[in-house]
């Protein structure tokens, strides 16, 4: 006989072994508010004592005044020893409401197997992996590309299916939408650059050259950048929340099994329109940065004909067209991106943001990549 | 329909599904008869949906093949498996209209697209199939506006758009209160009556499975494979799977037998184990 009480509150566990039976008395309340409740380490701590574990445990849950889940928990917890020790568990010990909670979170075994797939890879088998799936999106990307370069092929020898008025109303969405935003922009770079080029420029008595730095960035650089940069975040996050909401309602599969190719319904009106309006809105921005140039221009105390004749003297119409040509395949890439990540789309609303995201940076990438390309190009062209 | 009068529609060959390496289901042999209301049932992610999608061409089997009036579906060229396809018509679980378009619109695009009718027409036809779901006065509607079930009927309007030979539901009854699903149910029947469309339905509704089924394939997935096909109910008494039986049951294997709660959670599911 071997009894040991654990007076935290009120006796409020008391285990007593007798012979091949370990029994628990418990008593007063056993709910989550009780203050220093008795907790199953010193069930665990009571079998570590004994040199052969007890057959069975029993319980004796006649002085426990209340209880919720604190008391249930403890129950399960105590089977979990049991089931450890291999200790019969004597349910029946216990009193109706207990044992029926008790029967239903025991009646289907611990699953062992059944990891959320979080398995541990050592780093060699995780840089594989992460190589794998570089070149499974390889894949998918030049896949996505080779069908938006089939479509544009079959449009062009009109042999493309798809309705116009998507076309007129992504036009109107991307284009006229997008004024707003793309003034206030333009307006503030060519504003930005004029200062920058005062800083340098005033000392020398060259106030007069700001036309210049403004007119040569803004037509060839920075007009068709922001442009793409306002774009990308506006236009392609746009096609990609689309898309991908579209991918998620299955509103997708059921193009495709009307026998309809998606690439044909939903990504070349997209890219016809930007491809139409990006150099459009490309020449706005250019003609708003100047003008803000002339904005500073003149606070500075340089004239509006002084101004505009260095301007047309330093601006020819091949920095103009460098600005233009890239806007058009500006255009494309921001809707191919976005219309890219769109298509890729997983199958829930965090997939959907999770695309849209990748749709912002994978297209302000490629733009910045191929402004560089462009750079080397025109300098080679000595343009 | 008696076996003896099948006319396969439908065949399925030795059809493996799977994502990756993750074998879904193997070896699914079945032939779906013409004029016939084929459900494919199983419990809670056992593969219904997934063998659906391979049964439209939008997931590829991993191994074997589909036909369709005995031509191969699975290997077609793309010209020939667009021909295919617009003979069927595809009820999505959510209905997946167009949300740009309205109701009109979504039905009437398939007709746009594929046929050379009058806009008088096609408005006609339109009104129609949307009259046949209950949806008549819903033409300017768009899907955003109406409810789940109307969504799930406009889309059996533009499924059944062009007259397709063979129906594909998925979950028609899922979301739908007990008396447009029973509405539903009708519906499906009276479509095969009248037109004698081939009717595929995929659900795990009791209910539905024993009012519209000519036969029913299960889906094991414990086995990872056919757990048994047949009338349902036939299956629910003679089946040789326990499985099957209690899945047609709501979870009692043998129905004269009194549920004891005594014997086991009601939570546990024949078939309910990890997967690997």
């Known amino acids: 006989m071997d009894a040991t009480a654990i007076n935290s509150s009120g006796e409020a566990l008391v285990m007593t072994r007798d012979g091949g039976a370990l029994c628990l008395r418990l008593s007063g309340s056993w709910t989550q508010q009780t203050p220093g409740r008795p907790t199953p380490a010193l069930v665990r701590a009571e079998f570590a004592q004994y040199d052969r574990v007890p057959e069975t445990m029993r319980f004796d849950l006649a002085g426990v005044s209340q209880y919720d889940s604190a008391l249930l928990s403890f129950l399960l917890q105590c089977h979990d020893i049991c089931a450890e020790t291999q200790t019969k568990f004597d349910l029946e010990s216990l009193p109706e409401g207990p044992r029926q909670l008790l029967r239903l979170a025991t009646s289907v075994p611990h699953a062992e197997d059944v990891r959320p797939r979080a398995e541990k890879l050592n780093l060699l088998a995780r840089i594989g992996e992460k190589a794998m799936s570089m070149v499974g999106e390889g894949f998918e990307i030049l896949q996505f590309l080779g069908d938006c370069t089939a479509a544009l092929f079959r449009f062009c020898t009109f042999r493309a299916r798809f309705r116009w008025p998507d076309v007129w109303l992504e036009i109107q969405q991307c284009g006229a939408g997008a004024l707003p935003i793309i003034t206030l922009i333009a307006f503030l770079m060519g504003l930005i650059l004029a200062y920058v080029g005062a800083v340098t420029l005033r000392p020398y008595g060259g106030l007069i050259f700001i036309a210049n730095l403004v007119g040569l960035a803004m037509v060839r650089e920075m007009g068709v950048m922001m442009t793409g940069v306002v774009m990308s975040g506006r236009t392609g996050a746009s096609f990609a929340a689309q898309l991908g909401t579209m991918k998620v309602s299955e509103e997708i599969a059921a193009l495709s099994t009307m026998g309809l190719s998606p690439i044909e319904y939903l990504v070349l009106p997209r890219m016809i329109a930007l491809f139409v309006m990006f150099p459009l809105l490309t020449i706005y921005a250019n003609f708003i940065g100047i003008a803000g140039g002339l904005v500073v221009a003149m606070s500075m105390g340089l004239s509006y004909a002084q101004y505009t004749h260095q301007l047309t003297n330093a601006v020819d119409l091949t920095h103009f067209s460098i600005g233009i040509i890239k806007s058009f395949f500006f255009g494309l890439i921001v809707a191919a991106t976005g219309c890219m990540r769109g298509m890729q789309c997983g199958n829930s609303s965090a997939a959907v943001g999770e695309a849209t995201t990748r749709a912002v940076v994978s297209g302000i990438t490629c733009l910045v990549i191929a402004d560089a390309v462009f750079a080397v190009i025109f300098n080679r062209l000595h343009m | ?276």
Request: charged share 20%; glycine share 10%.
């Open chain 2, 1 to 276: 329909m008696p076996e003896n009068e099948l006319v396969p529609h439908i065949s399925v060959r030795q059809l493996t599904m799977a994502y990756g390496s993750f074998v879904v289901m193997r070896d699914l042999t079945f032939d779906i008869g013409r004029g016939e209301i084929f459900v494919i049932m199983g419990g809670s992610g056992c593969g219904k949906s997934t063998l659906l999608r391979h049964l439209i061409g939008l997931l590829t089997p991993s191994a074997g093949n589909v036909f369709y009036n005995g031509v191969d579906f699975t290997g077609a060229d793309q010209e020939l498996r667009t021909q295919m396809l617009r003979k069927f018509g595809v009820m999505f679980q959510g209905g997946a209209l167009w949300s740009s378009l309205t109701l009109a619109e979504n039905v009437a695009f398939p007709l746009e697209e594929f046929t050379d009718l009058s806009p008088e027409a096609i408005r006609a036809t339109v009104a129609l199939k949307l009259a046949l779901v209950g949806l008549r006065g819903f033409e300017e509607f768009y899907p955003a506006e109406i409810s789940g079930g109307m969504c799930k009927r406009a889309s059996l309007a533009r499924a059944m758009a062009l007259d397709p030979e063979i129906l594909f539901f998925d979950e028609p009854s899922a979301g739908l209160d007990p008396i447009s699903a029973r509405r539903l149910d009708e519906l499906i029947i009276e479509l095969r009556d009248s037109l004698g469309t081939t009717i595929v339905v995929v659900t795990h509704e009791l209910a539905s499975i024993f009012a519209i089924a000519d036969r029913a394939l299960f889906l094991d997935v414990a086995t990872r494979t056919m757990g048994g096909l047949g009338e349902p109910q036939v299956l629910r008494e003679e089946s040789e799977s326990e499985d099957l039986r209690s899945f047609l049951n709501r979870g009692m294997p043998n129905p004269n037998h009194v549920h004891d709660p005594a014997t086991g959670s009601p939570f546990v599911l024949p078939g309910d184990k990890p997967r690997k």
